[in-house]
């Protein structure tokens, strides 16, 4: 936006009749109803059926949603740290034209002249209204509301404003002003030296909790599939009548650490600068990395697949066994078939139903020799097989 054709009302915001919207609020609304339609597409496309392309779905909505607004706020935030670095040379510099005999029109006409990257545009607008034959106090209190996110610039002009109308010594306040906003900054330096020690800190605390989450989900799994299988397959195990809800498990994971994302972020936000809007930047790390791991590592489906073959030695015409369980995320399947495949003298295929988690075929040999029995189960596109062997002598 150029700011010579603005004025602090409309800087950063625009005009929908008699509404100002800002920038952020604009972008934040645009991305999320392009986010909503990109889902509805998504979910139209059917694109929630399997787990990859729903993945895959949810990221790119994340993203439409919130990295636009990310992007603008590390934008601005970047500008407005730029200007105020710049300011404390505009006001020696103003000084020291003052100083050198000339008034404070002809001063900021000069200054107006100089390269102060961002900065240059608010000062030129400030010369634009002396220029024009408004008054200094009023011009300046007008300038000063461009840099209503600079707190630091804002309590500088007041002092400025205040030793002008006081009638006090203006090179000598400019230039003292000058000597504190540079004091200032080295002090944010020293600060931001140890702020960022604490940041690193809680960055390790939440990676830390997530790795303890997913190492939680991997060793709780199998032990919860196993008690499922020994309750399929034996029927009594006491132990195993009442089993952990895997898939609750899952989702309250997937929930703590996504939530963990977003605290941690804006409480580094708080550590970092005292505002929390400035842990949006951080959120751009956190709730991606809390999101990509809940979906690479905790959110997917978990099948198990068993085989049991008996007995490994038989004789020509006795009945071989072949049994197993299947389960997703330690829910038993049901009324779904497997395919069993017995590759060897007398080769053969079934498809055979799978009842509650439990699946059984008979088989008796027509010729002797070494037999391989796999069963394979496919479920969303996905095939999963085990192997086991006999011997017919």
Known sequence: MDVIKVGPEEYRKVRFGKLMVSHGLLIALLSIISALLILFIGIVWNLHKTYE?????????????????LFYKVYT????????????????????????????????????????????PFIKKLYTWLSWGVDFSKAFEKYNKFFKNNPTIVRANYII????????NMEKVLETVANDLESI??????KKSYISQQVMVLYVIFFIFVGLIVMLKYVLQPMITQQVMLKGTQGVFGMASQTLDLKS?????????IIEGVIIAF???????????????????????????????ILP????????????????????????????????????????????????TESIPIKNGKFVYKYTPTARGEYRVQAVYTRNGKRYAKEDRFVVS
Not at 271 to 292: M, P, Q
Request: a negative charge; aromatic letters at 6%; glycine letters at 6%.
């Open 185 to 190: 900054k080295e002090l944010d330096k020293l």
């Open 301 to 348: 489906e978990q099948v198990s697949l068993s085989l049991f073959v008996y007995p490994k030695q038989a004789y020509l015409s006795q009945e071989i066994q072949v049994e197993g369980m299947v389960a997703v995320d330690a829910v038993p399947i049901n009324n779904e078939n497997i395919h069993i495949n017995i590759i060897g003298p007398a080769s053969i």
């Open 267 to 297: 409480v580094i936000g708080v550590v970092e600068t005292g505002k929390i809007s400035s842990g949006l930047k951080h959120l751009a790390i956190t709730l991606t990395s809390a999101l990509v791991i809940a979906l690479l590592f």
């Open 249 to 257: 498990f899952k989702i309250i994971s997937a929930l703590a650490i």
């Open 53 to 69: 392309t729903l993945a895959l779905l949810i990221i790119i909505t994340f993203s439409i949603a919130f990295l636009p607004i």
């Open 161 to 168: 404003l205040e030793a002008y109308k006081e009638g006090g």
């Open 77 to 120: 935030q970047n500008l407005d740290k730029n200007i105020e670095e710049r300011y404390p040379s505009f006001l020696r510099d103003l000084a020291e034209a003052l100083a050198s005999g000339m008034t404070l029109v002809q001063a900021l006409k000069h200054v107006s002249q100089v390269d102060y990257g961002p900065l240059s």
